[in-house]
């Protein structure tokens, strides 16, 4: 088989050698900066000029122009993209192509926030609501201003009084969502889906993304070992995934249980999860999220199997590095408690510049939500990271 790819990743996520045998089939990589450095660090030289450079694989026009071009030289069946910026790129690639695989109509609703909204409350779930900004400025309540297309906390401003909203109007006039704020607690649930089923595990988030990313906060979550809420999260899950129009794939959902117990909606992405999910869901619930995602976008028909019992997994992320930008020279860590369940960890090089995502990370297991909880809580308190300014 031809194969094409998009890959703007240079780092660990995105091993494609891993899933697809490069000898085997012929694999060729559209690729930004970072992508090619990704290809030059994984794959070995008779592979590494099979690829198409271009400045951003978010730009649609040019990803398709680029396909195009390509497809002019090489007869590619396939396009596989795993990332958030890209899917959607792809997908309509594949449209403007006739390429099979999953088009713009399936993966929009995945990407456009307002889209998936108005699909999944047309499917009686209760999704966040949008508000309009001419009332709200008349009678103030705290809101989330989002960008349509955003990930990883990007264009998303909680205002919490009146002036926090005034500087994002612009924004609202040029497409924004503004939402209810809604209290409560934060879950992602996670899994894989195809026409007959849906397998998913929920986590309990420890902070949010928002406050990880805007005010450096650690940000991890716990696997929910509460039989009801799980089962509750896990439903809820599977009629999200079956109201929208997607029909295999994997996805990464975000759901707030308001303090009165009622699960909201608040978006999910055909995509797998980021922090240490993909690891998490090999390791102890032996599920390989990644490697379904592409089996489906090359028309493998991967196998639905269901999920290990038994142990809990948790992740932690922590940036807070004292300069930012700056350079990784280390880590330390206080003695930590003879039972903390971490059993990974997986950092910057040495000597690395760092950005605004960076990070240090760190996957756990144990017997309960409670012990993987103690865990993060000791990580927390006892590891420091260290950076010198540039």
Not at 41 to 58: N, P, S
Not at 134 to 152: Q, Y
Not at 314 to 324: A, E, S
């Amino acid at each position: 088989m031809k194969i094409a790819i998009l890959n703007n990743w240079d780092g660990l996520m995105h091993f494609f050698h891993r899933y697809i045998d490069h000898d085997q089939h012929e694999v060729w990589y559209v690729c930004d900066e970072k992508g090619e450095k990704g290809v030059r660090t994984f794959l070995g030289a008779e592979h590494q000029t099979r690829q198409v450079r271009i400045d951003k694989l978010d730009d649609e026009r040019a990803v398709i122009e680029a396909l195009r071009g390509l497809r002019d030289r090489v007869a590619f069946e396939r396009i596989v993209a795993v990332d958030e910026f890209t899917v959607l790129p792809a997908a309509r690639a594949r449209d403007a192509l006739g390429i099979p695989g999953p088009g713009a109509l399936q993966v929009e609703c995945y990407r456009d926030k307002r889209r998936m909204k108005e699909v999944l409350a047309a499917a009686g779930i209760r999704v966040i609501r949008d508000l309009s900004p001419a009332t709200i400025m008349d009678a103030f309540v705290p809101c989330v201003v989002k960008a349509l297309h955003g990930a990883a906390a990007m264009g998303v401003h909680v205002c919490r009084t009146r002036a926090e909203l005034e500087p994002r109007l612009e924004a609202l006039a040029g497409g924004a969502l503004l939402e209810e704020y809604v209290e409560g607690d934060f879950f992602h649930v996670d899994g894989a889906f195809d026409p007959d089923g849906v397998v998913a595990m929920p986590h309990a988030y420890v902070n949010d993304c928002y406050a990880h990313y805007v005010t450096r906060t650690p940000l991890g979550s716990i696997g929910v070992d509460d039989e009801v809420l799980r089962g509750r999260l896990v439903e809820l899950a599977g009629r999200v995934v079956r109201a929208l129009p997607l029909p295999t794939g994997v996805f990464h959902l975000e759901v707030i249980r308001t303090p009165d117990d009622q699960l909201v909606f608040l978006e999910i992405a055909c995509r797998l999860g980021g922090g240490e999910i993909y690891q998490n869901f090999i390791d102890t619930y032996g599920l390989d999220l990644l490697g379904f995602h592409i089996a489906a976008e090359l028309g493998a028909g991967p196998a639905l199997t269901p999920l290990r019992r038994g142990d809990v997994a948790g992740w932690l992320m922590l940036n807070n590095f004292p300069h930012i930008p700056g350079v990784f020279t280390g880590l330390s860590a206080r003695p930590l408690r003879p039972d903390t369940c971490a059993y990974g960890v997986r950092c910057p090089k040495l000597g690395r510049p760092i950005g605004p995502f960076d990070y240090v990370s760190f996957s756990l297991r144990g017997r309960s939500s409670d012990v993987v909880r103690a865990g993060i809580d000791d990580l927390i308190a006892n590891v420091r990271l260290h950076s010198e300014a540039p």
